[in-house]
């Protein structure tokens, strides 16, 4: 193996481009004649538009276009889907209500787009932008999910009566109310998973150019699927025929979920292009991002899990009241449904489980997949009930929890998934270690003698990731299969380029796909080019999520390597006069096995092409390309551990202590790999302790900016504990189980059951800010 390879902590290739400020997001383009948009916005939750007067705006300096959703509908423009038929346990499909680009008949949330302005420069746009006269006739508002389902609730679409979008179930209901009722012990908890907004660092944005000459468009979006984009926006959206659209996303400033959709402003600005003869780019502020980008979370659910004498769990039993916002966002239906009841088995032998999902309209910002997607909440309702069954029962929540392990594989569980590998006490015993789980008493007591309050608690998590095998998801109602694309073209001078249809926005794919071409050709990770983004340049591939890069889109590129290294040995092979079976690849040379005789990567290549002294029959080049479907998902799945002091004069919980024990499969790069963990879990700290999305009862948004909603800071973090055990996954060529998500879905449970233990409390509400943990000490002395 080369230094670059495999399991080699490379440092990033691309990061020398972020570092210098060179890298070239949507914002840095420009196309000659292009001007700038600004949207006018609803300021109301729920309002019927009675009228809208451009005239004012349509006559200020250096507008050029001022356009609304009639203009829109008028031409076509198709209305925003959500990808995934989910049915009601009655067999009726979901309630989709429409949703226009722009707003032409009635707003639904503060944020709801309803005028594009297009002008010379992102100044005058918004100054005529404020000078757009629009009329509403305000409405009734709901933004808790709960009280969305009352009679008393406004009806927020004409297609979702009772704002019920789908009522769905799934498990053995039966069995599990049998398992209960039997139970010798139940534990019984309401599990709120607080609403979060993703904040990437960079916010959306579009550029959208018509080229009148070729009738041709392009689209420079924020994206992390733009084949998908482009798809959607031709086939349902109406606004150009797939081969006439070009989606490129350039480098982008984050994801986590957010910008795998595809939002009102790509689909606007394209349209206005073309309606008024300009390229048209929008970059959003920071309180557009804030008020418009798909929230994450927000559920409310109730659990009863059910023990026998043993402490083994029998029977777990899960409502869930899902709010999906104000309409349904393009994954939002499979996050709360099979992104989430499907894991509620979590790493324990459950016999029988049932779950049933109520998803809600409410007049709120859109909720859809954000880092995780359904799996932190069913982690958090899962590891928050089992401590507390620990604490009830009187026994260490770290052995109820190994006592009710899986142990033998593959496991079928209760909720459709099926369990290929695993090794759940392994990351167990390696964080109680590292966490010294044994001498925490001790601490404890030293923390008292302070004055202060020390907990620890534990979450072991498991997620279904590499989403997903086409024809299974597609059984489920997933409007498109979930495979990857990849093409590798080794150049005439033995270079390679390895074009993927996943996509980078932060994972470090120029380095780890290019690690993976070393360890196959040991050709220097420089001589290879990830090229990704661009669907004029890639063939169509699916996009990155649900840490699907490294088990599907790697394992495309692995066996598009296949077929590389099969044709290259064979050029080889005649090349040196050998016996084809004999030549292997070491070191940047194909070589006859037990001699000294070789022939350089290069010159093999340069043989390719120059197609002079080719076997027979050998067509000219050395350019392959696979498509990969898995054939199950993976589960990466870990055990972390929290402890924290906290000052009860003051309420300020400090993490003093953050252990994170994962089985991601095998590992391309470590050091990656510990910045992905880092990442989620800083992500996951900022959900239990500091971020919580709050709408007032009218549907104003009250966090809307950083001074009201709070982003976790370096000093609010400890520094991590990390390690990894592997249990390869049987189910890709690459053993790969994924690692982008799993610190977000272990650490929020972690965190609040660190809280509780340190207050001798049951719950307590995330986020757990100073003020909430003052207030749950004070109510214990009471």
Not at 16 to 30: E, H, L, P, Q
Not at 530 to 535: L, S
């Amino acid at each position: 193996m080369g230094i670059e390879g495999v399991g080699a902590r490379v440092a990033r290739k691309e990061d020398k481009r972020f570092i210098t400020g060179a890298g070239r997001y949507v914002d840095d383009m420009v196309v000659p004649g292009m001007k700038h948009a600004a949207f006018v916005r609803s300021p109301h939750a729920h309002a019927e538009i009675k009228k809208i007067d451009v005239k004012k705006a349509q006559a200020m300096p250096g507008v050029i276009g001022v356009l609304t959703g009639k203009e829109l509908k008028a031409d076509g423009i198709g209305n925003i889907i959500c990808g995934w038929m989910i049915h009601s346990k009655d067999g009726s499909p979901m309630k989709m209500g429409a949703w226009s680009p722009l707003a032409f008949d009635r707003v639904r949330y503060v944020g709801d787009a309803v005028v594009i302005v297009v002008a010379e420069t992102k100044g005058q746009a918004r100054d005529a932008a404020e000078a757009v006269d629009i009329t509403y006739g305000e409405l009734k508002a709901v933004v808790d999910a709960p009280k969305a389902l009352e009679r008393s609730a406004p009806q927020i679409h004409p297609e979702a009566d009772g704002n019920l979008i789908f009522d769905w179930e799934l498990g053995d209901s039966t069995a599990t109310n049998a398992a209960i009722k039997a139970a010798a012990h139940i534990t019984r908890m309401k599990i709120v998973n607080n609403r979060l907004v993703p904040n990437a660092i960079e916010p959306r944005a579009a550029l959208g150019y018509y080229d009148k000459a070729e009738d041709h468009y392009t689209c420079w979006t924020t994206s992390q699927n733009p084949h998908l984009a482009r798809l959607v926006m031709s086939a349902f959206y109406n606004v150009a025929p797939e081969n006439k659209l070009r989606v490129i996303a350039p480098d982008v400033g984050g994801g986590f979920g957010s910008k795998i959709y595809i939002y009102p402003e790509e689909i606007i600005c394209l349209w206005a292009s073309k309606k008024t003869g300009v390229p048209v780019k929008w970059v959003a502020d920071r309180t557009e991002s804030f008020l418009t980008d798909a929230h994450g979370r927000d559920h409310v659910s109730t659990v009863e899990m059910a023990f026998d004498q043993d402490n083994r769990i029998t029977g777990l039993k899960v409502d869930t009241i899902a709010n999906l916002g104000a309409y349904m966002s393009l994954f939002s239906s499979c996050v709360p449904t099979y992104l989430y009841a499907t894991l509620l088995s979590g790493q324990y032998d459950i016999p029988a489980i049932h779950a049933n999902v109520r998803a809600v309209y409410t007049n709120t910002a859109p909720v859809d997949a954000y880092r995780g997607a359904g799996r932190p909440e069913a982690t958090y309702l899962l590891e928050r009930t089992i401590e507390t069954a620990a604490r009830e029962l009187g026994v260490s929540p770290a052995e109820l929890r190994r006592k009710n392990f899986i142990t033998s594989f593959p496991h079928q569980t209760p909720v459709i998934m099926n369990y290929d590998a695993g090794d759940y006490a392994a990351s167990l015993d390696a964080a109680m270690a590292a966490a010294d789980y044994a001498g925490f008493a001790q601490r404890k007591a030293a923390a008292k003698a302070k004055g202060k309050l020390r907990g620890i608690g534990m979450s072991c998590y498991i997620e279904a990731c590499g989403l997903a095998p086409s024809a299974a998801v597609g059984s489920l109602g997933a409007g498109v299969g979930l495979w990857e694309s990849a093409e590798v073209r080794v150049n005439a001078a033995g270079t390679i380029e390895v074009l993927t249809g996943s996509h980078s926005h932060g994972q470090g794919h120029e380095t780890t796909f290019a690690q993976l071409v070393n360890q196959r050709f040991g050709v220097p990770i420089d001589s290879v080019s990830i090229v990704h983004g661009d669907t004029d340049k890639v063939q169509m591939g699916m996009g990155t999520y649900g840490s699907r890069s490294g088990a599907v889109g790697m394992s495309a590129v692995a066996k598009a390597l296949d077929k590389v290294e099969a044709k290259a040995k064979k050029i080889a092979a005649h090349l040196l006069e050998a016996d084809e079976g004999d030549i292997v690849i070491e070191d940047g040379a194909l070589k006859v096995t037990g001699t000294d005789r070789q022939v350089p990567w290069f010159q093999m290549a340069l043989a390719a092409y120059t197609a002079h002294n080719l076997p027979g029959g050998m067509e000219p080049g050395l350019k392959e390309t696979s498509f990969y479907d898995p054939s199950n998902f993976t589960f990466p799945a870990g055990c972390y551990v929290c402890e924290v002091e906290i000052d009860p004069e003051t309420g300020v919980t400090e993490i003093v202590q953050f252990v994170a024990a994962d089985d991601f499969g095998n590992i391309i790069n470590p050091m990656i790999v510990e910045g992905q963990v880092h990442g989620g879990v800083a992500q996951g700290i900022g959900q239990a302790l500091l971020e919580g999305t709050r709408y007032d009862a009218s549907g104003q948004l009250l966090t809307a900016s950083y001074m009201d909603y709070t982003m976790p800071r370096a000093d609010d973090l400890p520094s991590f504990k990390v390690s990894t055990s592997n249990t390869p996954c049987p189910g890709n060529p690459l053993g790969i189980k994924g690692c982008g998500e799993a610190g977000a879905i272990g650490s929020p449970p972690a965190v609040i059951n660190a809280i509780t233990d340190a207050i001798g409390i049951t719950d307590i509400a995330m986020p757990a800010s100073p003020s909430t943990v003052w207030a749950a000490i004070r109510a214990t002395k009471h």
